[in-house]
């Protein structure tokens, strides 16, 4: 049956995120024939509504090459797609607000130096204050990662989809993947509207991948979370960088424009099926007088929006990436847990050279899929004991 | 009346919260209390009446000829209204309606979330009436961004709440019967006005006309022949404009408009722009009803059932914010909306919530008559909706061009939504009020397809600015910081 009526590609890509469309992107650059199925509209969900930090601070350790490789390219970003993407690049600054949490960022520093990795720098309270006047006096320091910074989510993610279409790689809006089964070498991807062929397919189905990784009889523990966003009204310029801080929820950015966005962590609750979240205000209120604790400044400004995205939270809060441990040519690229913007674009060009040569020299080993299972193994024996 | 004067005194939960205190909100709110309803309304105003019935009872323009017989109509509903038992709570913003939650899940009950002199706090209700009204169509010429340049709707909320006729030389510019009302209301209170532009479309005579029997039956006629009798014996009506332009540097000098392929110069210091009214769906939107967009009326209106419930359920949507139909329908349709709402409470059942109805749909399907002429003589050209001047700014707010919206469309913004994620339009303080049928309609007309398919932004709470302070003031619940600390 294979063959009639279906379009035939190397690589099936599912879900049009910045993952997805950047992995189709690089696929394309290694000549890879790609097919992109999103089910809404490229960028509709986590891609485009998330707060746009560009972060290799306080990162997983198991993720920070990962990220530390996206960054080189977020740096060139506009040679990659034509698009600066509103790449700005004002650094990110965790900010401790006692001694106690400061002692705690000297030792990850330790653990980081000795790893190797150099991003991060400790900085005393004169740094932390030179480069974030507006923060409370009382702060003691900080971490600071220089060559962080913020885009433009939702431009970003149709830059890498334009660019991605202009090198040829077929993009199909608003099609929802219904069933895949295995047809000799290939996989046979069928959607509610047509039938397409690849020996390679990519999971990057964001917030929906554990249902993909279903099809494929690899369940995985997925999360669907709902992290809360709210942007105030133009204030005066008073920051630069990207805060975040150490013991309580808050991210925080001020635009050119004056606008500052609020985000951090604190949830709404998702309605996955019905592509809408609900917002819990008691918890925005907690967001709120954060910011108004850290940045006095803000108390006069007005919320003009808040919103939420619809993400995937994995149990060990990094993602799935990698090759599927049961199905031949499955490749899984989720479960980016709210801080996946900023490894797109490095994650697509690690997930391109796997796909098109079988590896990587990228040390992905701790995000493969089969740690769940080997997790419930190790977990179900103790049971036993 | 019980009037809630600061945030304390509200409840902390209503069997019904009525959004708005003008005649539909008025309305459903006597009705529902009258059935043991209990009932909060909640309006942004100082005092009850809406926009048509606005300082009804408080203004200073007490010679009753200025704002004319129709105005003080709304002296009764207020009267009702005030000798009910509703709780009404006045100047209270309310910034955002959605279905509470109930620990992690969704509830049954709305969480309203509301802002009273500086402090805000969270609501429930089992039921929600959304009486919002309309707004003036947005009306994007070159130059409407001057100071100087203002709405016809805005000039008659200042007379009627503060008496303020405006100083010196007025123009006004539009189509609309509101257009033609604020002008007789203008030059009863002595207002200096050089002209009125009338930019109503001539084919629409033609189109007009198929719809004239029903109207000539329509209580609407002889009021209407009257106010155009008026204007023109007053006022210089020029007619057939095809263009339009403020002029000015730093404000309003002078308006430019082309009529029969003619350049004409007016000097002026007010110009008062006006092209109709839509319905105010910014919290219907924000809430996630559906809507549809009618044709006719070339606005987006709620859908909803003849209890106008909307697809929401519990959420019911009363008024000109279903569809515009007039102030005198709107009473109505709040009375229907309101015995829908005292029928899922369980206070009256289905006979008589039926029998009481059915005297109020007869006197809608009595104001509906002629209705059709009016929207469809009243049209605006197309010309006024989706500016051809590259310079003309769409969103005003973040300043946004016409230009800039038709490139973005060629970028592959095919919608409201993605506009609004590429150029920032729309994401101002008025929540793309002002310019959201614009983007619409730019955006249909560029990729020439139905504004159906494009749609309309999908807003997003707080749909009323609210300062950082309020929210982070709002009362605790033992819940919330336990959920918080998870």
């Known amino acids: 049956m294979s063959g009639a009526g279906a379009a035939t590609a190397d690589v099936i890509i599912i879900g049009g995120g910045i993952h997805g469309c950047s992995s189709a992107l ?115 320091g900080g971490v600071v990662s220089r060559r962080d910074g913020a885009a433009i989510p939702f431009r970003a993610t149709q830059a890498f989809r334009r660019k991605a279409e202009a090198l040829g790689a077929v993009i199909r809006d608003g099609e929802r993947v219904m069933e895949i089964r295995r047809e000799g070498t290939s996989w046979a991807v069928f959607t509610d509207r047509a039938k397409y062929v690849a020996p390679k397919v990519i999971n990057a189905a964001g917030a929906w991948a554990d249902r ?174 | 009346m019980k009037t809630i004067a600061a945030i304390e005194a509200f409840a902390d939960r209503y069997d019904l919260a009525i959004v708005g205190a003008g005649p539909a909100g008025l309305a459903a709110a006597s009705l529902a209390v009258a059935h043991g309803v209990d009932v909060v309304v909640l309006d942004e105003n100082a005092s009850p009446g809406g926009q048509i019935y606005r300082a009804v009872t408080s203004t200073p323009m007490t010679r009753r000829e200025i704002l004319g017989e129709d105005y003080w109509r709304g002296v009764e509903l207020v009267q009702e209204f005030s000798g009910s038992a509703s709780s009404y709570a006045p100047s209270t913003t309310v910034w955002n309606v959605a279905r509470g939650l109930d620990g992690d899940s969704l509830g049954r009950d709305f969480e309203i979330g509301v802002s009273l002199r500086g402090k805000a706090r969270l609501l429930r209700a089992k039921e929600v009436i959304l009486a919002t009204g309309a707004q003036e169509r947005p009306f994007p010429i070159p130059g409407w961004t001057l100071p100087g340049v203002m709405t016809a709707g805005a000039a008659q909320i200042a007379l009627k709440s503060s008496g303020l006729v405006p100083d010196g030389h007025l123009v006004l510019a539009g189509t609309g019967p509101l257009l033609y009302l604020v002008a007789a209301q203008l030059i009863e209170a002595g207002a200096s006005i050089r002209a009125l532009l009338d930019t109503t479309p001539r084919a629409n005579w033609m189109s007009a006309l198929t719809a004239t029997p029903g109207f000539l039956a329509s209580p609407y006629l002889a009021k209407g022949l009257a106010l155009l009798r008026m204007v023109h014996r007053r006022l210089d009506v020029v007619g057939g404009i095809t263009a339009l332009r403020a002029e000015g540097q730093k404000r309003l000098n002078r308006v430019a408009f082309e009529r029969a392929g003619r350049r004409t110069e007016l000097d002026c210091d007010l110009l008062l722009l006006h092209q109709g009214i839509v319905p105010s769906i910014n919290l219907s939107n924000a809430i996630g009803c559906a809507h549809d967009w009618d044709d006719v009326q070339l606005a987006f209106r709620p859908q909803v059932d003849a209890w106008f419930a909307s697809t929401v359920q519990g959420v019911a949507i009363a008024g000109d914010s279903a569809g515009i139909a007039g102030g005198e329908s709107a009473a109505a349709r709040g ?143 033992a819940d919330a910081e336990k959920a918080v600390a998870r």
């Open chain 2, 335 to 477: 009375r229907i909306a309101a015995l829908g709402a005292a029928f899922r409470l369980e206070r009256i059942g289905a006979g008589q919530r039926d029998r009481d109805a059915a005297p109020l749909r007869a006197e809608l399907a009595l104001l509906a008559r002629g209705r059709r002429f009016l929207d469809v003589f009243h049209r605006p050209a197309k010309a006024f909706r989706v500016p051809s001047d590259d310079a003309t700014l769409v969103c005003r707010c973040e300043e946004v061009s016409a230009k800039t919206i038709r490139e973005t469309v060629m970028l592959g913004a095919c919608g409201p939504n993605q506009m609004k994620a590429f150029t920032r339009c729309g994401m101002g303080p008025c929540q793309g009020r002002l310019c959201g049928l614009t983007v619409t309609e730019m955006i249909t007309d560029a990729r020439a397809v139905s504004p159906a398919e494009v749609g309309y932004y999908r807003l997003r709470p707080p749909v009323k600015p609210v300062t950082l302070a309020e929210i982070a003031a709002l009362p605790q619940t």
């Open chain 1, 26 to 140: 690089h696929c394309r650059l290694r000549g890879l024939d790609v097919v992109l199925i999103e089910k809404d509209h490229v960028g509709r969900h986590a891609s485009g509504v998330n707060a746009g930090g560009v972060r290799q601070l306080a990162r997983d350790i198991a993720e920070i090459p990962l990220s530390v490789h996206s960054m080189d390219i977020w740096h060139r970003i506009e040679e990659l797609v034509d698009d600066d993407c509103g790449f700005t690049n004002e650094g990110q600054v965790l900010v401790a607000e006692t001694q106690a949490e400061l002692a705690l960022l000297k030792k990850r520093m330790r653990d980081l130096r000795a790893k190797g990795f150099t991003h991060e720098e400790l900085i005393d309270a004169a740094e932390l204050h030179r480069l974030v006047p507006a923060v409370a006096e009382s702060c003691p």
């Open chain 1, 212 to 385: 993909i990784a279903a099809m494929l009889g690899e369940p995985v523990p997925l999360e669907v979370i709902a992290p809360m966003l709210m942007i105030t009204g133009r204030m005066p310029a008073f920051i630069k960088p990207v805060v975040i801080l150490r013991g309580r929820k808050l991210s925080f950015k001020q635009f050119d424009n004056g606008t500052v966005l609020i985000g951090g962590g604190h949830r709404g609750v998702p309605l996955r099926d019905e592509n809408i979240t609900v917002l819990d205000w008691a918890k925005l209120a907690v967001s709120a007088r954060t910011v108004a604790d850290v940045f006095p400044i803000m108390r006069t400004a007005h919320i003009l929006r808040a919103w939420a995205g619809i993400e995937a939270r994995m149990p060990d809060e990094i993602p799935v990436f990698g090759a599927s441990g049961t199905s031949e040519g499955v490749y899984h690229q989720f479960g980016f847990s709210a801080h996946g913007f900023q490894l797109g674009p490095g994650a697509g060009s690690v997930m391109s050279e796997l796909v098109a040569t079988g590896h990587t020299n990228m040390p992905i080993h701790a995000l493969r899929i089969e740690r769940f299972r080997e997790n419930a193994v190790a977990r179900s024996s103790e049971d036993m004991e």
